[in-house]
């Protein structure tokens, strides 16, 4: 049975794919000779050269429309942002250039680009360094929106970006990249099969491909709909909610752009009951378009209203409690779950 | 070369040695641009041109000599006012007025507009509307070249506006430590939309400071004659073309990026909304006197190169060129709604309110039940 680190399958699908096409390449702040901040990119560099392994400075403006450019021009480049809270001085080439390139130049340049990093709270990292974009850039057109919760979901997405003829932004988590590790709290869940990724030899044409929902756990109560580092939670709070006889549905629509609503739907009509949780701040959120969809489609089967889990509406704070209570935790989907079925 | 006949070179500022037929084509482009721009602005204030306009009149002679002396895969990328670069790199006249009056067969099929001039078969990276967001691209641009080990260079273009962006900065300083193939080129006018340059730009009247800042090539131009841009260009652009970098694990070699400062003019205000308080009529009117039309005009005949009657013709061409773009642009069809949603993604799918149709799913749903 295979084990695998979130980090590890990351690295794994940006070395197979580049294996695979010269014009695949990485580019970011320590991600050659520091081997990378978060030891994502760890051995690359020895394996590709630092033609195709290129350490930037601190410059994302700078780098991430170099990116925008050189795909304009046929590369297929890999940016990574250390983390994605440092993407904002790079707005205008990730929100203006690489979505809309293909619509203003009338279809001739498209920005076959992959953007990707650390998103959400890391570790008392305080609020400039605790930034959730999805919610920022879902309402982009143009661009995709990826955010993988497992190892294999991990290689599985990636792997589709780095193909996808489109901007793809993947949003990981720093939180999330030892999952998988031996000796790591959640460890049990990853050694099941069905969390690993395969191998490149036990399957070469190994991708998961966007706008195709997971159902992280069935169930027939109630459906919690997560992406990300929530599903952990999410699944944490199923967990404690079968001791009390509550069956959650976890539903995992893994890209947020597209937007696989149809097998939210079809659990919301099952279960009747929805609760939807996401990392970022409540107004105006991911969250909040997933339950207008919810309410736009399967108004009639709901027998409460949607309730939705965010981060809480704040700057997030350093300090550790609060930081960890302002999260949209196993605790608040637990009184979400028990407050939508009439359990509270 | 040493057959070559005296009629056949001409003797300008520096050394050139540039047949006729080239000179007498830059003469024609620089005409062409201006009588386009002339029709460009008619059908602005006749409403059939909408947004923001940007007139390239007076500046001719930087998009044409930087054009004339690169090779024809050679990627450039400018600013917002793009109509000049658009036609000197070989964009047909009539795409790019239909562009302006949104039709399908604009150049971008009418979704960019006057701002967005983009052109894949001449390798024009478009125009760029956020001041100073396309010199980052640019140098992606050079970065994909030095890639693929292409002996090409890449020119950027950008106002003198821009030099106070970070983007501009950023840009810089990675080309410089990769030693890119780019020439970063100011189109210096003098002026960022209604702001003289001294009263926005630290140093102004060293722009030189700023490539030595990062170790670059800084060269000058007279952005109002043609044949001292072709020249610059030329030297610069052989200097930095096909330019490599050991950081990139390749064979150090080439001069690497270069920073051109084009000394020009625009007769027009900033926009076509402009009403230009900010300057002189006498100071637009002595700039005028050093038009680069008529230098270049001067300098054909009186080195026998051309006969007036000549001139006249290529003017009368251009004018013609020019009308019929318009007639072109006036007759071609809209763009149809049909092309609302394409061209978002390169797949014809995406989110369902990106389609602007529900989830097949929910639809045989709500049809069937």
Same mark, same amino acid.
């Given at each position: 049975?295979?084990?695998?680190?979130?980090?590890?399958?990351?690295?794994?699908? !940006?070395?197979?794919?580049?294996?695979?096409?010269?014009?695949?390449?990485?580019?970011?702040?320590?991600?050659?000779?520091?081997?990378?901040?978060?030891?994502?990119?760890?051995? !690359?560099?020895?394996?590709?050269?630092?033609?195709?392994?290129?350490?930037?400075?601190?410059? %994302?403006?700078?780098?991430?429309?170099?990116?925008?450019?050189?795909?304009?021009?046929?590369?297929?480049?890999?940016?990574?942002?250390?983390?994605?809270?440092?993407?904002?001085?790079?707005?205008?080439?990730?929100?203006?250039?690489?979505?809309?390139?293909?619509? !203003?130049?009338?279809?001739?340049?498209?920005?076959?680009?992959?953007?990707?990093?650390?998103?959400?709270?890391?570790?008392?990292?305080?609020?400039?360094?605790?930034?959730?974009?999805?919610? !920022?850039?879902?309402?982009?057109?143009?661009?995709?929106?990826?955010?993988?919760?497992?190892?294999?979901?991990?290689?599985?997405?990636?792997?589709?970006?780095?193909?996808?003829?489109?901007?793809?932004?993947?949003?990981?988590? %720093?939180?999330?990249?030892?999952?998988?590790?031996?000796?790591?709290?959640?460890?049990?869940?990853?050694?099941?099969?069905?969390?690993?990724?395969?191998?490149?030899?036990?399957?070469?044409?190994?991708?998961?491909?966007?706008?195709?929902?997971?159902?992280?756990?069935?169930?027939?109560?109630?459906?919690?709909?997560?992406?990300?580092?929530?599903?952990?939670?999410?699944?944490?709070?199923?967990?404690?909610?079968?001791?009390?006889?509550?069956?959650?549905?976890?539903?995992?629509?893994?890209?947020?752009?597209?937007?696989?609503?149809?097998?939210?739907?079809?659990?919301?009509?099952?279960?009747?009951?929805?609760?939807?949780?996401?990392?970022?701040?409540?107004?105006?959120?991911?969250?909040?378009?997933?339950?207008?969809?919810?309410?736009?489609?399967?108004?009639?089967?709901?027998?409460?209203?949607?309730?939705?889990?965010?981060?809480?509406?704040?700057?997030?704070?350093?300090?550790?409690?609060?930081?960890? %209570?302002?999260?949209?935790?196993?605790?608040?989907?637990?009184?979400?779950?028990?407050?939508?079925?009439?359990?509270? | 070369?040493?057959?070559?006949?005296?009629?056949?070179?001409?003797?300008?500022?520096?050394?050139?040695?540039?047949?006729?037929?080239?000179?007498?084509? =830059?003469?024609?482009?620089?005409?062409?641009?201006?009588?386009? &721009? &002339?029709?460009? =602005?008619?059908?602005?204030?006749?409403?059939? #041109?909408?947004?923001?306009?940007?007139?390239?009149?007076?500046?001719?002679?930087?998009?044409?000599?930087?054009?004339?002396?690169?090779?024809?895969?050679?990627?450039?990328?400018?600013?917002?006012?793009?109509?000049?670069?658009?036609?000197?790199?070989?964009?047909?006249? @009539?795409?790019?007025?239909?562009?302006?009056?949104?039709?399908?067969?604009?150049?971008?099929?009418?979704?960019?507009?006057?701002?967005?001039?983009?052109?894949?078969?001449?390798?024009?990276?478009?125009?760029?509307?956020?001041?100073?967001?396309?010199?980052?691209?640019?140098?992606?641009?050079?970065?994909?070249?030095?890639?693929?080990?292409?002996?090409?260079?890449?020119?950027?273009?950008?106002?003198?506006?821009?030099?106070?962006?970070?983007?501009?900065?950023?840009?810089?300083?990675?080309?410089?430590?990769?030693?890119?193939?780019?020439?970063?080129?100011? &189109?210096?006018?003098?002026?960022?939309?209604?702001?003289?340059?001294?009263?926005?730009?630290?140093?102004?009247?060293?722009?030189?400071?700023?490539?030595?800042?990062?170790?670059?090539?800084?060269?000058?131009?007279?952005?109002?004659?043609?044949?001292?841009?072709?020249?610059?260009?030329?030297? &610069?652009?052989?200097?930095?073309?096909?330019?490599?970098?050991?950081?990139?694990?390749?064979?150090?070699?080439?001069?690497?990026?270069?920073?051109? @400062?084009?000394?020009?003019?625009?007769?027009?205000?900033?926009?076509?909304?402009?009403?230009?308080?900010?300057?002189?009529?006498?100071?637009?009117?002595?700039?005028?006197?050093?038009?680069? #039309?008529?230098?270049?005009?001067?300098?054909?005949?009186?080195?026998?190169?051309?006969?007036?009657?000549?001139?006249?013709?290529?003017?009368?061409?251009?004018?013609?060129?020019?009308?019929?773009?318009?007639?072109?642009?006036?007759?071609?069809?809209?763009?149809?709604?049909?092309?609302?949603?394409?061209?978002?993604?390169?797949?014809?799918?995406?989110?369902?309110?990106?389609?602007?149709?529900?989830?097949?799913?929910?639809?045989?749903?709500?049809?069937?039940?």
């Amino acid at each position: 049975m295979r084990t695998l680190q979130y980090r590890e399958a990351i690295r794994e699908a !940006m070395e197979e794919e580049m294996r695979l096409d010269d014009r695949v390449f990485l580019m970011g702040e320590e991600v050659a000779q520091y081997n990378g901040a978060y030891k994502i990119s760890q051995g !690359m560099l020895d394996e590709f050269g630092p033609r195709r392994i290129v350490d930037s400075p601190i410059s %994302e403006t700078g780098f991430s429309g170099l990116g925008v450019g050189a795909a304009m021009y046929g590369l297929r480049p890999i940016i990574e942002f250390m983390s994605w809270s440092f993407c904002l001085v790079a707005a205008d080439q990730i929100i203006n250039n690489a979505p809309k390139m293909l619509y !203003m130049s009338g279809g001739q340049f498209g920005c076959p680009a992959v953007f990707r990093g650390n998103n959400g709270a890391g570790g008392q990292l305080g609020s400039t360094h605790s930034w959730c974009v999805e919610s !920022m850039f879902a309402s982009v057109p143009g661009l995709k929106l990826a955010i993988p919760s497992t190892p294999r979901d991990a290689k599985g997405l990636l792997k589709t970006a780095i193909r996808d003829e489109d901007p793809v932004f993947n949003l990981e988590s %720093e939180r999330m990249l030892g999952l998988g590790a031996r000796g790591d709290k959640d460890f049990s869940r990853y050694i099941k099969d069905t969390w690993a990724p395969p191998t490149h030899k036990q399957d070469e044409d190994f991708t998961i491909p966007f706008g195709v929902a997971d159902i992280k756990k069935p169930g027939k109560d109630v459906t919690i709909v997560a992406a990300g580092r929530p599903v952990h939670f999410a699944l944490d709070a199923a967990e404690e909610l079968e001791k009390e006889g509550i069956d959650c549905e976890v539903i995992d629509p893994r890209t947020y752009r597209p937007l696989d609503i149809d097998t939210i739907v079809k659990s919301v009509r099952k279960t009747n009951y929805c609760v939807v949780v996401d990392q970022s701040w409540p107004f105006a959120s991911v969250g909040s378009e997933i339950a207008a969809q919810v309410y736009e489609h399967a108004m009639d089967d709901l027998d409460n209203k949607v309730i939705r889990v965010n981060n809480d509406d704040i700057p997030a704070p350093y300090n550790r409690t609060l930081e960890q %209570e302002m999260l949209p935790n196993t605790k608040k989907i637990i009184d979400a779950v028990r407050a939508v079925t009439y359990n509270a | 070369m040493t057959s070559a006949t005296t009629e056949d070179k001409v003797k300008t500022t520096a050394s050139h040695s540039l047949p006729k037929e080239k000179l007498v084509d =830059m003469l024609y482009q620089m005409m062409l641009i201006r009588r386009f &721009e &002339e029709r460009t =602005m008619q059908a602005y204030q006749q409403a059939h #041109i909408g947004g923001f306009c940007h007139i390239y009149i007076g500046q001719e002679a930087t998009a044409v000599g930087a054009v004339a002396a690169l090779l024809d895969d050679d990627p450039i990328i400018t600013a917002y006012r793009d109509h000049g670069h658009a036609l000197a790199r070989g964009m047909h006249p @009539n795409y790019c007025m239909a562009e302006m009056y949104g039709k399908i067969t604009g150049c971008a099929k009418g979704k960019g507009g006057s701002m967005h001039m983009f052109d894949k078969a001449h390798h024009m990276y478009g125009g760029h509307a956020i001041v100073g967001g396309q010199c980052p691209l640019g140098v992606g641009l050079a970065f994909a070249t030095q890639y693929e080990k292409k002996n090409n260079v890449t020119v950027c273009f950008f106002g003198d506006g821009a030099i106070n962006q970070g983007a501009f900065h950023e840009a810089f300083n990675l080309a410089a430590i990769w030693n890119l193939p780019i020439l970063f080129v100011v &189109e210096n006018n003098g002026y960022s939309m209604g702001t003289a340059i001294s009263r926005g730009t630290a140093g102004a009247n060293d722009l030189g400071a700023k490539a030595k800042a990062y170790g670059m090539r800084y060269a000058e131009c007279d952005g109002m004659d043609v044949l001292d841009t072709y020249r610059v260009f030329k030297r &610069e652009g052989d200097l930095s073309r096909g330019s490599t970098s050991s950081a990139l694990g390749l064979e150090q070699a080439g001069g690497g990026p270069c920073f051109i @400062n084009c000394k020009t003019y625009r007769y027009q205000g900033h926009s076509m909304s402009d009403p230009q308080k900010y300057r002189s009529k006498d100071e637009v009117s002595e700039k005028k006197e050093k038009d680069c #039309i008529s230098t270049m005009v001067s300098h054909l005949i009186d080195n026998k190169l051309a006969t007036q009657d000549q001139i006249d013709e290529l003017d009368q061409k251009a004018k013609q060129v020019s009308r019929d773009s318009v007639k072109y642009a006036e007759q071609s069809p809209d763009l149809p709604k049909s092309e609302m949603f394409t061209d978002v993604y390169s797949q014809p799918y995406g989110p369902p309110f990106v389609k602007g149709a529900l989830p097949k799913m929910l639809t045989d749903n709500n049809s069937g039940e």
